[in-house]
């Protein structure tokens, strides 16, 4: 299974802003579910935020709502995630994944579901 490939990490000071991007595999199609994920040291991985393929479904995350932004472009095959205003909260190494499946709210935020999973990429938020 090819994996996904994030860049885009690095530190900041709280307030500030990041965009993380990944190149994601497979097929273009309407039933893949995409999102990212993060996990923080003793904590588990948690769901951020999804998108289908054709952005008919986007779901957050409680903690980033209004704060962060997912967004994919079709023709380069990619899934963004804007970050601002970020927080100290937000420090974790953070993970492109995805499955071929419906994108809602029973599913995105679940990690079980995804079957391909990037390196990560790390995010740190200083105060």
Same mark, same amino acid.
């Given at each position: 299974?090819q994996?996904?490939?994030?860049?885009?990490?690095?530190?900041?000071?709280?307030?500030?802003?990041?965009?993380?991007?990944?190149?994601?595999?497979?097929?273009?199609?309407s039933k893949?579910?995409?999102?990212?994920?993060?996990? &923080?040291?003793?904590?588990?991985?948690?769901?951020?935020?999804?998108?289908?393929?054709?952005?008919?479904?986007?779901h957050y995350?409680?903690? +980033?709502?209004?704060?962060?932004?997912i967004?994919?472009?079709? &023709?380069?095959?990619?899934?963004?995630?804007?970050?601002?205003?970020?927080?100290?909260?937000?420090?974790?190494?953070?993970?492109? &994944?995805?499955?071929?499946?419906?994108?809602?709210?029973?599913?995105w935020?679940?990690?079980?579901?995804?079957?391909?999973?990037?390196?990560?990429t790390?995010?740190? +938020?200083?105060?």
């Amino acid at each position: 299974v090819q994996a996904q490939v994030e860049s885009g990490g690095g530190s900041v000071q709280a307030g500030g802003s990041l965009t993380l991007s990944c190149l994601t595999s497979g097929s273009r199609t309407s039933k893949k579910c995409m999102a990212w994920y993060r996990q &923080a040291p003793g904590k588990e991985r948690e769901g951020v935020a999804g998108i289908s393929y054709g952005n008919s479904d986007i779901h957050y995350a409680d903690s +980033v709502k209004d704060r962060f932004t997912i967004s994919q472009d079709n &023709a380069k095959n990619t899934v963004s995630l804007q970050m601002n205003n970020l927080k100290p909260d937000d420090t974790a190494v953070y993970y492109c &994944a995805q499955f071929f499946g419906q994108c809602n709210p029973l599913t995105w935020w679940r990690a079980v579901y995804f079957d391909t999973w990037g390196q990560g990429t790390q995010v740190t +938020v200083s105060s």
